[in-house]
Nanobody
Framework: VQLQASGGGLVQTGDSLTLSCADS????????VSWFRRAPGKEREIVAT??????STIWLDSVKGRFTISRDRNTVKLQMNSLEPEDTAVYYC?????????????????WGQGTQVTVSS
């Protein structure tokens, strides 16, 4: 497994969590890394991307102002604040085949196993 996602859990509305994605085989080098999520009964959606230089993009309007993404060598983190029940999902990190992010899952070569985030009301 190239990418190891961790940090999920069961929290209450308004709590914070930090998800981490560790890269064991240097797939992050010069590539963008994104977090996706899949909520029960819904399609997978991209949440945020950090490009190879550390620039970030939050794709989901519903998490803007609450989530931030950052990278440090072989780890990418997703800081999630003011969590809401609608954030409940399995979160996946993925390493792209390119230095800048893409919404398309097809642009991502390596995926983590997913970490469950459950936000209770």
């Amino acid at each position: 497994v190239q990418l190891q996602a961790s940090g999920g859990g069961l929290v209450q509305t308004g709590d914070s969590l930090t998800l981490s994605c560790a890269d064991s085989r240097r797939t992050f080098s010069n590539n963008a890394v994104s977090w996706f999520r899949r909520a029960p009964g819904k399609e997978r959606e991209i949440v945020a991307t950090v490009d190879w230089k550390g620039g970030s993009t939050i794709w989901l309007d519903s998490v803007k102002g609450r989530f931030t993404i950052s990278r440090d060598r072989n780890t990418v983190k997703l800081q999630m604040n003011s969590l809401e029940p609608e954030d409940t999902a399995v979160y996946y990190c993925a390493s792209a085949r390119r230095p800048y992010g893409s919404r398309s899952p097809a642009e991502y070569a390596y995926w983590g196993q997913g970490t469950q985030v459950t936000v209770s009301s």
